[in-house]
């Protein structure tokens, strides 16, 4: 005999019927309403009748129709699908984030999160999601990866790809498969034992029916057969119903059994009207509550308890409070109802901004503009536009698949047209590449040449065209520059060493003039300005001794003489002598037999220099005339000229300087 075969004979009729129940938040159909279940003991077993006292016993509590509220069906509907595992309840506890917005990368960070944190039978729904999420969005990685394949010119049947977070995806999902498939295996057993055991307490409590014993013996173990059951666990989701209809069927006809012994029925009538009322108190109170999510899971366990933990109360009753408690439920469902219609509107306005996106996508698929930095652009912005679209938030259901359908595509198109592109810049990028090898050739070939007057031109002229070329493969960009500046070094480092060899000389110069120039700046003046003079035109001399230095190097001349100026500077005697000593220093470092271009410039800026003193003295003596009838003691007359005085003592330097100049011509 089948256990379906067993509780249809443990009701002793067929009318009480099991419903298999998938849970959803709308709707589902799994129980009868309270009116029913309480006056199940109107029915009659076809071997057996029960007949109380009053007649009304043998007449329903409740007439109310058969029909099945919305509201209730939702709640037992949730719980018939935690009735096979209590900690199953545990999954509203789980963290539902928006797995649409997340990479794939934390999409396998939520995943391995999920598997160490809770337990495996909890997390299902968000598994389901999360892989349905992972596989989309490596479907359209895929997808990419096989058209650029398809484009630099692969066949299709040879395509293969993986990547590490695909590897741990796959790694995490086998592990939660094996843990899930564990756990099933473990809990069927366990629910068929607990059906059978259930089986048994129901026959148990039909068996006292017919047990001539003292009511109290009998009542004491109608108690214990409760508490087994209670506590007899879990059981098959398709059996929950039944299973508790023909409980409750039985628990009735045992208190009309019990009529006999009124005051232990009024008793435990009493404590289950006092409960449940507790219960109907709480159900309204989590009516006014504005989490609609929270309110609905307390309010599970409320009918959970009013099902499972209470019996029935007097027939005088149970219409009353199950319709208190049932408004209490409507009240919640509807709110409830409202929250996800409030929640749909949010996904309309989700699926505006998606189409949004998806319309920015396929305009700047159809740009023609078709240059690397415009398409380098582009990607940045279907990137953005890609976190956009799944950042923006869930859809409807009912379009969730076709505008996902509309996004890839989308994209998809874009992907041909860049890989088109980039397709046919990399057939330019290998002219390029055998361009820039051909001068790797070159620059090879003649990188251990002596004939510097011939190939130093040429390696100058194959860098100039190395630049000229534009861009090759990125696999080879570095490889390829690599070899040719190696090979242009090597030249230029052979030529620059033979060079320093020929002008070693010149180098050693420097090195000697480094060193006077250290001592120069060492040198401490006496009370001698005379024997510093001489310290320091040796000094002149020496450095003149020296001679030439490489051409890169000329800039210590400079220097040099700045030292000495700067010396000069610092000596304790007349400045119209300091001056023509010092300008006799510099003419020294002016003089050159073979090139006077340098005695020209000082020659022309001494005539120029005297040039604007004389007008400046001029001015000031126009300027006296302003001052005919002034005293010559005034102070603005004396300034004046002072100043003329000052301007013909410079003046006379300069005349002395160009003497001197006029004199190096000779």
Known sequence: MSENDNLLDAEGTKEVESTETTPTHETAKIVETESEIESASDISESTEEVKSEEEETETPANSEDDSKDDHVEEIEASNAEDAEDESNAERHE????????????ELVTEFNRLLKHHKVQTISKNINDIKSEFNAKYSELLDEKKEEFIADGGVEMDFYYSNDTKKQFNSLYKEYKQSINAYYKEREQNLKFNLDNRLQIIEDIKGLLSVEENMGTTYKNFKELQEKWRNAGPIPRDKYNNAWNTYHHHVERFYDFLHLNNDLRDMDFKHNYDQKLK?????????????????FRELQVLHK?????????????????????????KAIHDKRQA???????AHEKNLERKEEIIAQISAIAEDKNNSHSAWQKKIKEIEALRDAFFKAGKVPIKVNEATWAKFKEAVRTFNRGKNSFYKDLKKDQYENLKKKKELIQVAEDNKDSDD?????????????????????????????WKQFKNACNHYFDRMHAARKAEDQHLFDAFDK?????????????????KADIEILKSKISEWKAIGHVPQSKRYID???????????DKLKMDKTKLEMIKFDSKLENLANPDDTRLLDNEYNFIKKRMSEIKSEINQLENNLQFFSNVKADNPLVKDVH??????????????????????MYK
Do not use: C
């Open 279 to 295: 219960i109907i108190e709480r159900a309204e109170e989590l009516a006014q509550d504005e989490n609609t999510n929270r309110s």
């Open 94 to 105: 789980v963290e539902e984030k928006d797995y649409h917005a997340m990479s794939m990368t």
């Open 642 to 663: 002072k100043n003329i005085a000052n301007h013909k003592n410079e003046l006379d330097t300069w005349k002395a300087k160009l003497t001197k100049v006029k004199g």
């Open 452 to 480: 510097y007057k011939t190939v130093t031109p040429l390696m100058k002229k194959i860098q100039n065209e190395w630049k000229k070329i534009g861009h090759v493969p990125r696999r080879d960009s570095d490889k390829i």
């Open 305 to 329: 308890l009013w099902k499972e933990e209470l019996g029935p109360v007097g027939k005088e009753h149970r219409e009353t409070i199950w319709e208190r408690f049932s408004n209490a439920t």
């Open 339 to 345: 929250y996800y219609a409030d929640m749909d509107k």
């Open 558 to 568: 400079g220097k040099f003489y700045k030292a000495i100026d700067d010396t000069f």
């Open 513 to 529: 003039k480094v060193k006077l120039l250290d001592d120069l700046k060492a040198m401490k003046l006496t009370e001698d300005p």
